[in-house]
């Protein structure tokens, strides 16, 4: 038996894998954007993804979990996302990275522990082997949590004028509880994770991001090859 990889347990390691995790307003985009342009500066092919709706089919899930008027169950909100990143994982992630790419990624399963383990008050383990199970063990090579005080985060997307979806128009104590349901992922995988406090200047921000993953792409690791 070989031992297990990052990007699941069959899988040959090529490419780089790194997901962006967050509370809403944390600035994922802002990084994500600003680390593929570095990236391709670097001569690397990027994909860069996003859960939910990275995919077609997960475009149609992304829907529903985000603007469907009226209540969703918990664990039907929980399937939902687990199928967007089964579909996801399956028909662009790993396809990416057996191709050698940088995958880069907003959200990812850390999300769905927060948000619907912390957040709605599922078993967090068990959300978390659902994704597992769904993605068949794929993990990130690197998760940045761009970690934000809830409160500064709403004042940004006030500032904003784009209207809330339904994960967005939750009550401040839910996002309180989703962003220490980050910090305790975090600190239980410190290897995989780097915590930044995103309050900080964005050009700041990404220079911690490219600090940490350009050994990563350096010639003759595991993930640098082009
Ligand atoms: P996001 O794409 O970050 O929203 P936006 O387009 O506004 O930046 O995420 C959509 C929402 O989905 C966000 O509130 C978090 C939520 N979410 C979960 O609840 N569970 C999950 O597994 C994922 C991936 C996202």
Not at 71 to 76: H, K, N, S, T
Not at 108 to 128: C, K, N, P, T, W
């Amino acid at each position: 038996m070989t031992a297990p990889v990052p990007h699941g347990a069959d899988a040959p390691r090529a490419g780089l894998w790194i997901t962006i995790e967050g509370g809403d307003g944390a600035g994922k985009t802002t990084q994500s954007r600003m680390l593929e342009e570095w990236m391709r500066g670097e001569g690397r092919t990027v994909v860069r993804t996003r859960e939910p709706g990275g995919s077609e089919v997960g475009v149609l899930v992304r829907d529903i979990v985000l603007h469907h008027r009226g209540d969703i169950a918990p664990r039907a909100e929980a399937l939902l996302y687990a199928a967007d990143r089964a579909h996801h994982v399956a028909s662009v992630v790993r396809p990416a990275l057996a191709r050698g790419e940088v995958v880069i990624q907003d959200r990812y399963l850390d999300s769905s522990v927060a948000y619907q383990g912390a957040g709605r008050v599922l078993d967090a383990g068990e959300i978390r082997d659902l994704s597992l199970w769904a993605a068949e063990g794929a993990l990130p090579d690197v998760t940045v949590l761009l970690d934000l005080d809830p409160a500064l985060a709403r004042a940004r997307l006030d500032a904003d004028d784009k209207p809330f979806d339904r994960l967005e128009s939750e009550r401040a104590e839910f996002h309180e509880r989703v962003r220490a349901a980050f910090l305790a992922l975090a600190a239980a995988e410190p290897d995989r994770f780097l915590v930044l406090d995103a309050s900080r200047p964005a050009a700041e921000l990404a220079a911690a991001v490219r600090a940490r993953v350009a050994p990563l792409v350096a010639p003759g690791h595991v993930g640098g090859a082009p």
